[in-house]
Structure formats: structure tokens, C-alpha cells
């Protein structure tokens, strides 16, 4: 997952670096108006935001800026029961007070992402792969897929919006004792998003510069059925 961490007082760097230990991407600010700034993006499946007062203006500001596309937590100091009730009021997803145990945080995380990937799934793939034909189903209409183009759809397929690295995408389609080739993991993802945009789906695979591969069914009015 790719996060943006902000702090409007000082960074976190314990939080961090398990955060990236745990294989997440890290974007970290200590500056408000700057983490504000990017997290209005569409970079990001979750802002952490460390906060030190005026908590739910906090909150609100960055659910606003994140137009919903990300998850919001919210971190305060702890004695704060009302305010804590007003952080999730103005948008966050969850709460936490100092100090985190990083294994909760973490946990709902992936609790979190669980929920917005079920939504999506119900929300816009109505179906997805045919295994026999080896094929993808869209619009109603079926793209023949070759083998590794089938393997990454599958991947992605089960991680809408989420944006997965060259690595990770080369060792799913690879034998456990073949070593990853990166170069044709990108052949096959570019003749996989030239299916998609002739099959209507357009911009829905793209590529996030120096990060990863995203599918994002949301960007293009369309289902797999």
C-alpha cells in the first residue's frame, strides 16, 4: 500500500520505517500545508495523519482533500475521548492515541483496505476471468488473454486501486525456481493495457512512476461482467 504519513509537529520515524519494513510505500511530511498539498492526489490508498491539536478541523481538512479516494487515520495524544468521537465524525476512517502499537495500526490497515476492496469488487466487477477460455470478460464481450497476461490480470484483478511493484508482479507470474524478469512482466503489462484500451477500458492499467502498476476501475465508467 502506498501511504502518506504527515505529522504537524515532528515525524514519527520509529512509525516510519516499520511501515515501510512492512512493505508499504512512505511518503512522509512534517509540514501541514504540504501534506495537504499531496495527499489531494490520487497517489495514495491511505494518509496517517499525526496530529497535535485542533484534531477534527485536521481530519476534515485531509477527508476533503482526499475526495474519499483514501483511507484516513488519525493519530492524537490520549485523554481526548470527545475529540476522538470528532475526528471520525469529520471523516477518518479510524483513531489511534499515542503511543501506536504498530501491529493495531497495521492490523486495521489491512482491516480497512479489506472493506474498500470488497466495496470495489461489488461496486464495479461484477465478474472478472473466465479460467477455461483463459479470457477476460468486459462489457460483455470476451479478450483472449495469453498466459502471464492472464496471471497479472488475476492480481490486479484482486487489488483494485492499489498499486503493486514491478517486483511483486514479476515473482507472481514466474515459477517459484525460475529467477524474475522484470523486462517481460513490462512487455506483458504494456500488451495487457493495449487489450484494455481497445476493449473501451481506457487509462483503467496505468503506470505510477516509480512506483508500481495500478488497476482502478473507477477512472472509466465501465464493469467486467
Not at 182 to 196: E, G, I, M, N, Y
Amino acid at each position: 500500500m502506498r501511504l502518506l504519513y504527515v505529522a504537524d509537529v515532528r515525524v514519527d520515524l520509529y512509525l516510519v520505517n516499520a511501515l515501510r519494513e512492512a512493505s508499504h510505500v512512505v511518503d512522509a511530511s512534517h509540514c501541514s500545508a504540504d501534506g495537504l498539498a499531496l495527499a489531494s492526489g490520487d497517489a495514495y490508498q491511505a494518509i496517517v495523519a499525526d496530529w497535535s491539536a485542533s484534531f477534527a478541523r485536521a481530519a476534515a481538512d485531509f477527508a476533503a482533500s482526499t475526495a474519499a479516494r483514501a483511507l484516513l487515520l488519525v493519530i492524537m495524544p490520549a485523554g481526548h475521548e470527545a475529540e476522538r468521537a470528532a475526528v471520525l465524525a469529520a471523516g477518518a476512517d479510524a483513531c489511534f492515541t499515542r503511543p501506536v502499537p504498530f501491529i493495531e495500526l497495521e492490523a486495521r490497515l489491512e482491516a480497512l483496505a479489506r472493506l474498500v476492496r470488497r466495496r470495489q469488487r461489488g461496486e464495479t466487477l461484477a465478474a472478472g476471468l473466465a479460467p477455461a477460455e483463459r479470457a477476460l470478460r468486459l462489457n460483455g464481450l470476451s479478450t483472449s488473454l495469453s498466459a502471464r497476461e492472464f496471471q497479472l490480470m488475476q492480481l490486479l484483478l484482486d487489488h483494485p486501486g492499489e498499486v503493486i511493484d514491478l517486483e511483486r508482479l514479476s515473482q507472481h507470474i514466474q515459477d517459484e525456481d525460475a529467477e524474475p524478469r522484470p523486462d517481460l512482466t513490462r512487455a506483458s503489462l504494456q500488451r495487457l493495457r493495449r487489450k484494455l484500451d481497445a476493449a473501451g477500458a481506457e487509462g483503467v492499467l496505468r503506470l505510477v512512476a516509480g512506483h508500481g502498476y495500478v488497476f482502478d476501475p473507477r477512472r472509466q465508467p465501465w464493469k467486467i461482467s
